[in-house]
């Protein structure tokens, strides 16, 4: 089992910067791809962001390349989602996922992921 806790949600005003935490617990950190989705009100959820097990291949949905920069800290089992130049379309809930597999395919897919946070609310007012 593996434990996810998200963090550093907030309200800000377009332009602006947020960074979201994501705590791990109950598996080996570097056993883990992570990853960041969101999900706006009415809409499904999305992918956002994605990091390999050791830091080195980061993935990003277009609509936040440049802006967005997804990292972990293993001495900390923590990975975050620096957001930068933020716009009102960016507000949703933001989960962090962890993917056992190994397998970088397909890894856009929700289902690609074993274990998802409780989300943590980003809003981005005009």
């Known amino acids: 089992q593996v434990q996810l806790v998200e963090s550093g949600g907030g309200l800000v005003q377009a332009g602006g910067s947020l960074r979201l935490s994501c705590a791990a617990s109950?598996?080996?950190?570097?056993?883990?791809?992570m990853g960041w989705f969101r999900q706006a009100p009415g809409k499904e959820r999305e992918f956002v962001a994605r990091?390999?097990?050791?830091?080195?291949?980061?993935y990003y949905a277009d609509s936040v390349k440049g802006r967005f920069t997804i990292s972990r800290d293993s001495a900390k089992n923590t990975v975050y989602l620096q957001m930068n130049s933020l716009k009102p379309e960016d507000t949703a809930v933001y989960y962090c996922?962890?993917?056992?597999?190994?397998?970088?395919?397909?890894?856009?897919?929700?289902?690609?992921?074993?274990?998802w946070g409780q989300g943590t609310q980003v809003t981005v007012s005009s």
């Open positions: 996922a962890a993917d056992t597999s190994g397998v970088s395919t397909r890894y856009y897919y929700e289902s690609r992921y074993d274990y």
């Open positions: 990091i390999s097990r050791a830091g080195g291949t980061s």
């Open positions: 109950g598996r080996t950190f570097s056993n883990l791809s």
